[in-house]
């Protein structure tokens, strides 16, 4: 059964910090990894999808790598600023899972002003 | 703008009271889902749909229900079988397996 981690818990830094947010899964044999921000009593906003093919994908401040044989990936976010703060979640898909997502519990990042 | 509309955004439910969760999309994707959001708990899946009129049961089917009529739309009720029914719900969709999914805004419910 696949397994999905998100370290650290919680992450607190001063704005204009860069920092990276670490994920890991147990099944290496993923069609996707996508990574979501939420805001408080919100839903998901899809930040980033990273196809089993690819290494990494951009998205202006916001660099996604995936590492499949180790099962790891990182989200760097580059000059963090007040607004960045969210919980971000990672998500991954195996094959034979009738496309459902496999969640981690996700960082919960403040950037302090 | 193409997304998903969930409605309503908060939901009062008495006891032994059967209540419905809309979920619309006008992406013309294929498959939609039900996850429930609890503190500390993460995102679990409810149910799914691959199809129109077909759907499967996720990790914590018991007290709810779904139909899938049209391909728009996947409405959720959370019946009085459901003994701990407040939660925040998501819903999402997605086209293919190696495209993402896209999650609405969610519906709080709480029972009273």
């Known amino acids: 059964k696949q397994e999905v981690t998100q370290i650290p818990a919680a992450l607190s830094v001063p704005e204009g910090e860069n920092l990276v947010l670490n994920c890991s899964f147990t099944?290496?044999?993923?069609?996707?990894l996508q990574w979501f921000r939420q805001d408080p009593g919100k839903g998901l906003t899809s930040l980033l999808l990273?196809?089993?093919?690819?290494r990494e994908q951009t998205s202006g401040r916001l660099n996604a790598s995936l590492d499949k044989s180790s099962g790891r990936s990182t989200l760097y976010i580059a000059a963090s600023q007040p607004g960045d703060s969210a919980t971000y979640l990672c998500a991954v898909i195996v094959p034979g899972s009738a496309r459902q997502l496999t969640f981690g519990s996700g960082t919960q990042l403040t950037v302090l002003p | 703008d193409g997304g998903i509309t969930q409605s309503p955004k908060y939901l009062f439910r008495k006891e032994g009271q059967n209540v419905t969760l809309s979920c619309e999309q006008n992406?013309?994707?294929?498959?939609m889902y039900w996850y429930r959001q609890d503190p500390g708990q993460g995102l679990r899946l409810i149910y799914y749909s691959q199809i129109v009129n077909d759907f499967q049961k996720g990790d914590i089917a018991e007290g709810y229900s779904v139909s899938r009529e049209k391909k728009e739309s996947f409405p959720l009720t959370v019946t009085s079988a459901q003994k701990n029914p407040t939660a925040f719900y998501l819903c999402?969709?997605?086209?293919?397996?190696?495209?993402?999914?896209?999650f609405g805004s969610g519906t709080r419910l709480t029972v009273v």
């Open positions: 999402a969709s997605s086209p293919t397996v190696n495209y993402g999914y896209t």
């Open positions: 099944d290496s044999a993923i069609y996707n």
């Open positions: 992406l013309n994707h294929d498959a």
């Open positions: 990273i196809q089993s093919s690819q």
